[in-house]
Structures are given as structure tokens and as C-alpha cells.
């Protein structure tokens, strides 16, 4: 069974950092890109970025609002992805949730087809 | 970034009747290798999302078969035959095809 579980989340203030991590079980992990969505209180989804299997280089992608704060890796030993968020904004307050992707036939797609619960950040000073 | 529209927002269903949800694309979802990446999400109170549809009509294992994508290009739509209490919820249209973004949602009742 696939499973996707985060963790990390917490109350922080603004400018400072938290690491996330999405722990994988189920399947073979390194096979599969691996993205970041968040969803803020009452409101829709946004994705956040991605990483690629090392497979197809192990890059990474990122939406605007979070390019040069927001890291992602993954250690594929261990099975999991991490999110590093540095400089953190109020309107970062937002549920994380990690997902899986498909790498096949020489590209990276956004399947989405399984979800972790959710981890909470809280950014307030 | 292509913009998802959603409508309506709102949709209050009598049970056992059907309901539609459409999905605009700003720009095509037809991808490079012929793909349409439009995938539809539920998201029940308090529960993260679930994958219904991918690639416009393809529904997920375990996914009730009152549940049905379809549409092409930039125009999509979920339909629900029968609504069930069990589908109360916000339903999310998503395309895959560029970076990843999703419409506003709509939120499923009933009356």
C-alpha cells in the first residue's frame, strides 16, 4: 500500500526557516518524482514545486511565489523528500501536503495520484 | 501560468440527482505527446484531496462508476449521475500539461 507521510510542521516566525519531510512507503521511491502542493487555511491548492527521480537528473522546479526561498531533495536511501523553506512569509501559513509523480518515456509528469495527510505551518510572529 | 476556471462555485444537489462541473483552461492541455494532462481531485472535509479522473476521462481504482471526465483542448467537465451524501466536498480540476496549477474549486452540498 502507498503511503506518504508528513512531517516537520509547526509555528514559526516570520524570516525564519523549517524543514518538512514526506516519508514514502509502499513503492520503489527513487522510480518516482516527488512534488510539494499547500493549501492555505479555507482556501484552494497551489503547487508548490517538484523534484524528478535521480533518474532524469534529480532537478528541480519551483512556482514563483516560493523560487529562491523554498528547497526541495530527497534522499532516496531513506525514501523521503524534504522541503526546505527558508525566509518564511505570514502568507506561507499554509496545510503541505507531498505527492507522488510518474517518470516514464523521458519526461516527468504531475500524476497526483497519491497524498500524504498534510503537515501544518503556521508562520506568525 | 494557465489559469483554471471553475464553475459554478457553489453547487447544491438534491441526492440521487446529477451534477456538472466545468473546467476552462487558459491555453491548451494538449501535450507534446498527445496527452491531455486535466485530472480532477475530491477533497472531503477535513481529508486531504484524492485523484477521481486523470487524463481527462480516466477514473482511479476504487472510484465509483457515477463519477465520469470528459471534454478536450481548453472545455472539461466532471459529472456526478447520481449524487451520494458521501460526495459533500470540494472538487478541483488540475492540469499537468504545463507547471502545475488548479482551478478555485467548487463546493458540493446538499439541499
Known amino acids: 500500500e502507498v503511503q506518504l507521510v508528513e512531517s516537520g510542521g509547526g509555528l514559526v516566525q516570520p524570516g525564519r526557516s523549517l524543514r518538512l519531510s514526506c516519508t514514502a512507503s509502499?513503492?520503489?521511491?527513487?522510480?518516482?518524482?516527488m512534488s510539494w502542493v499547500r493549501q492555505a487555511p479555507g482556501k484552494g491548492l497551489e503547487w508548490v514545486g517538484f523534484?524528478?527521480?535521480?533518474?532524469?537528473?534529480?532537478?528541480?522546479e519551483y512556482a514563483a511565489s516560493v523560487k529562491g526561498r523554498f528547497t526541495i531533495s530527497r534522499d532516496d536511501s531513506k525514501s523521503i523528500a524534504y522541503l526546505q523553506m527558508n525566509s518564511l512569509k505570514t502568507e506561507d501559513t499554509a496545510v503541505y501536503y507531498c505527492?507522488?509523480?510518474?517518470?516514464?518515456?523521458?519526461?516527468?509528469?504531475?500524476?497526483?495520484?497519491?497524498w500524504g495527510q498534510g503537515t501544518l505551518v503556521t508562520v506568525s510572529s | 501560468d494557465v489559469v483554471m476556471t471553475q464553475s459554478p462555485l457553489s453547487l447544491p444537489v438534491t441526492l440521487g440527482q446529477p451534477a456538472s462541473i466545468s473546467c476552462r483552461s487558459s491555453?491548451?492541455?494538449?501535450?507534446?505527446?498527445?496527452?491531455?494532462?486535466l485530472s480532477w481531485f475530491q477533497q472531503r472535509p477535513g481529508q486531504s484531496p484524492r485523484r477521481l479522473i486523470y487524463?481527462?476521462?480516466n477514473r482511479d481504482s476504487g472510484v465509483p462508476d457515477r463519477f465520469s471526465g470528459s471534454g478536450s483542448g481548453t472545455d472539461f467537465t466532471l459529472k456526478i449521475s447520481r449524487v451520494e451524501a458521501e460526495d459533500v466536498g470540494v472538487y478541483y480540476c488540475?492540469?499537468?500539461?504545463?507547471?502545475?496549477?488548479f482551478g478555485q474549486g467548487t463546493k458540493v452540498e446538499i439541499k
Open positions: 505527492s507522488r509523480g510518474d517518470c516514464s518515456g523521458g519526461s516527468c509528469y504531475f500524476t497526483f495520484d497519491y
Open positions: 509502499g513503492f520503489t521511491f527513487g522510480d518516482y518524482a
Open positions: 523534484i524528478r527521480s535521480k533518474a532524469y537528473g534529480g532537478t528541480t
Open positions: 491555453q491548451s492541455l494538449v501535450y507534446s505527446d498527445g496527452n491531455t494532462y
Open positions: 487524463k481527462v476521462s
Open positions: 488540475m492540469q499537468g500539461t504545463h507547471w502545475p496549477t
